[in-house]
Every structure is written in structure tokens, then in C-alpha cells.
């Protein structure tokens, strides 16, 4: 495994970790919450499963699980820490 490469699988592993910490506590305010956070877990699901196939893919994935939490956050969809 390249340097690069190395580096991609720690930040995959150190963001998903914020990710299911981040997600602890989240509810949806509403039902277009209820679905961005369907939303957002089928992405960090997603960014688990390509793992280990395509690191660039999990890494993609949990970058929209991210821009959906922090979107839902700021629109008001979601609240919580």
C-alpha cells in the first residue's frame, strides 16, 4: 500500500468514526429530516462497504453523509449535538 494510500485509510477510518459520533443524538425535526438522515446512514453504510474495494469511493460517501448532516443541521431538519 502506497503512502497516499495509507494516509486515505486512516482519514476514512478517523471521519467515520466522527461520523457515528456525530450521529448519536441527531433526530430529524420533520419528515424531510426523517429522510436525510435515512439519507445519511445509507452513505455511511455505503462508505463501509467500499472500505476495502475503493477507498476513494468511502471516502466520497462519507463526505455527502457529512454535507447532508451539517445541511440538515443548517435548514433545520435535523437537531441535536
Known amino acids: 500500500m502506497s503512502g497516499v494510500e495509507e ?3 486512516r482519514e476514512i ?3 467515520s468514526r ?3 459520533e456525530a450521529l448519536r443524538g441527531v ?9 436525510l438522515l435515512e439519507n445519511i446512514e445509507a452513505y455511511r ?3 463501509h462497504h467500499f472500505r ?17 448532516l451539517e445541511m440538515g443541521r443548517e435548514f433545520g431538519c435535523l437537531s441535536g449535538p
Request: charged content about 40%; hydrophobic content about 35%; some cysteine.
Open 7 to 9: 494516509e486515505l485509510a
Open 13 to 15: 477510518e478517523r471521519w
Open 27 to 35: 433526530r430529524p425535526s420533520d419528515e424531510r429530516g426523517r429522510r
Open 52 to 68: 476495502s474495494r475503493s477507498p476513494v469511493k468511502s471516502f466520497e460517501c462519507l463526505i455527502w453523509a457529512w454535507a447532508l
Open 18 to 20: 466522527k461520523l457515528e
Open 45 to 47: 453504510k455505503d462508505s
